[in-house]
Structure formats: structure tokens, C-alpha cells
């Protein structure tokens, strides 16, 4: 190990002496504007795969990690580098975050991930390699494209992502004395999740992502015998590609949909079969919900910001649940989704009438049949059980009263459909109204 300040100093060397060679190199050469990027990109991605090795502490990373993103900042801000190195940071059109996600990803990663030094390099290989030639791959080869929220991806790319992830996994689980066929699974369970977290993911927030979840991952799946292994993968093939043939009958883009199947993933994961059915069933029914002449219009509207919005309030009771070892959360876990599903579906088909309002047959008609959809269930799984079925009774009259809160809010504001506020608003009365069902049980 060499001195930390010593280690600083050579890693800061790199980046500053990268910058001229890269500029050079373009003014050679003319090549795409893409590749400089991703030349910046894997080449200090490779460096900071040395740092466990580098550093023994975590205080250097997170020095490096503020330096190189202030210069990075400057070189987009300050006139004398932006004229110089601009080329190489600000290629790209669209508004990006990336050149800071990164080394807050790599000083996150090492303050969690140094003690295990071969998860680290295999979650930064990813993004260091994965992402860029990715990223080539699409521009230069891709022809099969698809719909996020931050433009159109590539089949070719993504697929040539899940091929570096799986191989990067393979090869460092391997190198750590994994078995083949643990590894092999383990390798290609998360290369499929990993490259759903990179087809979702928005204004570079994957160089964020991507590390992170593939350590969360690697950390547990690293002890799962092989048959856990197995479901686990055959589980996230068919829910992610179940979404994306049903997301032609969504208003969702493609992104929004592998993303629904991503959340119902991780839903069943956390919690088990019965935490998937809500999720799964939000996704299924609003679209059951949706009149055609809605879906045609409105095609692609959605992305991955408004599934977000719908997961939230779910997710913080699955978490709560889990933490605090809570099964009776699933009620109002079940809630959250039914109310959204409800409002969801009174919006859609309000849209679609002439004057565009909610009207009283509507308000009525689509949260009964939300009720039955998402409840029957819960009192199939769980049985005629008095606390299950009280449960039930109670929670269901919340369905009504979140619908007409939100439609009373809608009809007085005249939010448009796919504004942030509405779905903001939509998920405070989820999250208020799920929370007083909750204590209305409790109280009970």
C-alpha cells in the first residue's frame, strides 16, 4: 500500500493527464463523440477497480470522489476547460447527471464493499465496461430500438450489457472458489436484473444504479444454495418478459414496462407470493380498466416516472413489514396498489367521455371492481380468519373514500393527466389513506 496522499496524487494525475490525450486523440482522429466518453469512462472506471488495493481507508475515495467531480463541474461550467474539454464531458445532448453519478458511485461502493474486495470489482467492472460498450454497441450496431424515458435504447446494446454482466460475475465468483453451476446462476440472474436497472434507469442515474444494486445482489445471492438460485432466475425472466409483451395493452413506454416488471420482481423477492399479487395485479387490471380509444391516444405517455409513483407508498410497506417482521402490513401494502389501481382506472375512463369529468356511475363501478380483484385473493391466501377478513372489511371502504378524495381534488384542478402534480397528489392520498386503513385495523 502506498500512502494515502501519495495514491490521491496518482489518481488525480490520471484523470488531469486523461483529459489532453483524450482531446488529442479527437482532434486526430474525429471520432464519435460517444467514444471519448466512453474512453474517459472505462479508463477510470479500470483505475478505481485497483483502489482496494490502493487504499486500506475509506477517506481517500471520497476526497478523489469531491475533487473529480468539482473538475468535472468546472469543465462544464468554466469557460477556459468547457472550451477545451467540453467535447469530451458534454457530448451529449440530452440533460445527464453521469459525470457525477460515477464517483459518488465509486466512493458509495468502496465505503460499503471494501472489505470484499472481489464484489467490488466485479460491481465496478459492469458499469465500467458493461455500460460503455453498451453504450458503442447501440450507436454503431443497434437497429432494434425501444422506448425510455430518456430517449430510445437498443436491444443490441442492452443485450451486449447483460453479456459483459454475466461474464463479469461469472469470472470474479469463479475466481473466489464459487462452484460452476452457483456461479453460472448467479452470473446470469444478475446480468438480466442489472441490465433492467440500465434500461430504466434516467439522466445517467445508472452509473448510480448499477453498481450498487449488483453489490445488494452479489451480497445476497452469494449463500443461496442452487435451487433458490434457479427459481429465483426462472421468477425474473418471466416477469420481465411478461411485461414487456403486455406493455402494448399500457399506456407505459418500454422502459415504465420492464420497470413494472422489475418492482414486481423485487416485490416477490422481499416478500414472498403474496407481496407479488398487488404490484401484479396493479399492472394487469389498469390496463383491463383502460377503454381502447384511451390506449391508442395516449401510447407511450407513461414512463418510469409515474411507476415509481405507484410502487412508492408499496414499497415503504413492504420495508416496513420486513424490518419490523409485520405480515399484518400486507393490508395496507395491499391497499396502496388498489387505491392507485382505482384511481388509475376512473381517470381512464373519464378521459375518453366528452366532457372529461368523473361522474358518480364511474366512481362507483371501477373501485368495486378493484376491491374484489385485489382483496379476494388476500382472503384466498390467508383464509376466512377473523383478523384476515375484519382486515379485509375494513380496508375496502378505503378504496372508495381515496377515489373520491383524489376525483374531488382532479375535478376542482383540472390537472392534466400526466403531470407531476397529479401524481404526486395521487400518491399523498394513497400513502394518507392506506396509513388510517392501517389504523382503523389496528384500533379495531
Not at 501519495?6 to 489532453?20: E, N
Not at 473529480?68 to 477545451?84: D, I, N, Q
Not at 467535447?87 to 470484499?116: D, N, W
Not at 394518507?432 to 379495531?444: D, E, H, W
Given at each position: ?377 388476500v382472503l384466498v391466501l390467508n383464509g376466512l380468519g377473523q383478523a384476515t377478513l375484519t382486515g379485509t372489511l375494513l380496508a375496502a371502504p378505503f378504496v372508495y373514500t381515496g377515489t373520491l378524495a383524489f376525483c374531488l381534488w382532479y375535478r376542482r384542478t383540472g390537472e392534466t393527466f400526466s403531470a407531476t402534480s397529479r401524481w404526486a397528489m395521487q400518491t399523498c392520498v394513497v400513502a ?13
Open positions: 500500500m502506498v500512502s494515502a496522499w501519495m495514491g490521491i496524487i496518482f489518481v488525480l494525475a490520471i484523470l488531469l493527464g486523461l483529459m489532453p490525450a483524450l482531446r488529442w486523440y479527437e482532434g486526430k482522429s474525429h471520432p464519435h463523440p460517444e467514444v471519448l466518453r466512453k474512453l474517459l469512462h472505462v479508463i477510470m472506471g479500470s483505475v478505481s477497480i485497483s483502489f482496494p488495493w490502493l487504499f486500506h481507508e475509506v477517506w481517500p475515495i471520497w476526497v478523489l470522489a469531491v475533487s473529480s467531480a468539482t473538475f468535472l463541474a468546472l469543465v462544464k461550467r468554466w469557460l477556459p476547460l468547457r472550451s477545451r474539454f467540453a467535447s469530451i464531458v458534454c457530448s451529449i445532448k440530452r440533460k445527464t447527471y453521469g459525470e457525477f453519478c460515477f464517483p459518488l458511485a465509486v466512493a458509495m461502493l468502496f465505503t460499503v464493499a471494501h472489505a470484499q474486495p472481489i464484489f467490488y470489482c466485479i460491481s465496478l467492472s459492469i458499469l465500467a465496461l458493461g455500460d460503455a460498450l453498451a453504450a458503442l454497441i447501440g450507436i454503431f450496431y443497434g437497429k432494434h430500438k425501444y422506448t425510455t424515458s430518456d430517449g430510445l435504447k437498443t436491444i443490441e446494446g442492452s443485450f451486449c450489457f447483460f453479456v459483459v454482466s454475466a461474464f463479469a460475475t461469472y469470472g470474479g465468483l469463479v475466481l473466489s472458489g464459487t462452484n460452476f453451476a452457483p456461479a453460472l446462476a448467479i452470473a446470469c440472474l444478475l446480468g438480466c436484473l442489472v441490465t433492467a436497472f440500465e434500461a430504466i434507469a434516467w439522466q445517467g442515474l445508472d452509473n448510480l444504479f448499477i453498481p450498487l444494486s449488483a453489490f445488494a445482489l452479489l451480497k445476497t445471492l452469494a449463500n443461496e444454495p442452487l435451487d433458490i438460485l434457479a427459481q429465483q432466475l426462472a421468477i425474473a425472466v418471466l416477469l420481465l418478459t411478461a411485461s414487456m409483451f403486455w406493455r402494448v395493452r399500457t399506456t407505459l413506454d418500454d422502459g415504465a414496462a420492464l420497470g413494472a416488471g422489475l418492482f414486481c420482481y423485487v416485490s416477490w423477492a422481499v416478500g414472498g407470493f403474496p407481496w407479488l399479487l398487488p404490484p401484479l395485479t396493479a399492472f394487469v387490471l389498469h390496463s383491463l380498466l383502460m377503454p381502447r380509444k384511451f390506449r391508442r391516444n395516449m401510447l407511450h405517455t407513461h414512463s418510469i416516472h409515474q411507476v415509481v409513483w405507484v410502487a412508492s407508498v408499496g414499497f415503504l410497506w413492504l420495508f416496513m413489514a420486513k424490518m419490523l417482521d409485520a405480515p399484518l402490513l400486507l393490508i395496507p401494502y395491499t391497499l396502496s396498489y388498489a387505491i392507485h389501481t382505482s384511481l388509475i382506472g376512473c381517470a381512464h375512463v373519464c378521459r375518453t367521455q366528452r366532457s372529461g369529468r368523473y361522474n358518480n356511475k364511474v366512481m362507483v363501478y371501477v373501485p368495486m371492481v378493484t376491491c374484489t380483484c385485489f382483496f379476494l385473493p394518507l389513506s392506506s396509513a388510517v386503513g392501517l389504523v382503523s385495523i389496528l384500533i379495531y
